[in-house]
């Protein structure tokens, strides 16, 4: 762990707002020079603090107008490795997330759909009919609100 000062920060909350501004928007922000900025950025991305800038896309516009969160339970353990069932759900393209958690069930997944018709069909052909799945549970988005993490 580095020690962050103020301008790390800051540099961090400017950043989780809007990834795509420049080093020397940036530093004009923060009262840095642009090369300043910049190596405070490497000095974060070496840390593994900053681990990319990630683009998102907004599923609705593309055609994905539902959005479910499903809770996995499998059936079989010991018979079906985690790996296995990993491999193959992260081969849907429908999911965009798979998450191994510890509760009621051993996985969450985040799945989008163009309706619910379509997530029903992805859910009957593609979800239920992988190797050792059990219970499953679906739980529809309606809305979400992007939250940038705690930076002190």
């Known amino acids: 762990m580095i020690d962050l000062d103020g301008l790390d920060r800051a540099l961090l909350r400017a950043l989780a707002r809007d990834a795509t501004q420049s ?3 940036l530093g ?3 009262g840095l ?10 000095k974060l991305e070496t840390a593994g603090i900053l681990k990319g800038r990630r683009l998102r896309l907004n599923a609705e516009k593309l055609g994905f107008g539902v959005t479910v969160f499903l ?6 353990k010991g018979r079906v490795s985690l790996e296995d069932f990993e491999r193959a759900v992260s081969a849907i393209p429908e999911v965009q ?3 191994h958690i510890l509760g009621l069930y051993d996985y969450r997944l985040r799945v989008v759909a163009r309706d619910l018709p379509d997530f029903e069909r992805v859910l009957r052909r593609r979800i239920m009919t992988l190797p050792g799945v059990g219970e499953v549970e679906a739980n529809v988005l309606l809305s979400e609100e992007r939250r940038a993490g705690p930076i002190a």
């Open 23 to 25: 080093a020397g928007a």
């Open 97 to 99: 997330r798979v998450e």
């Open 33 to 42: 020079s642009q090369p300043a900025t910049w190596r405070r950025i490497r």
């Open 28 to 30: 004009r922000r923060l």
């Open 71 to 76: 809770g996995v339970k499998l059936a079989t």
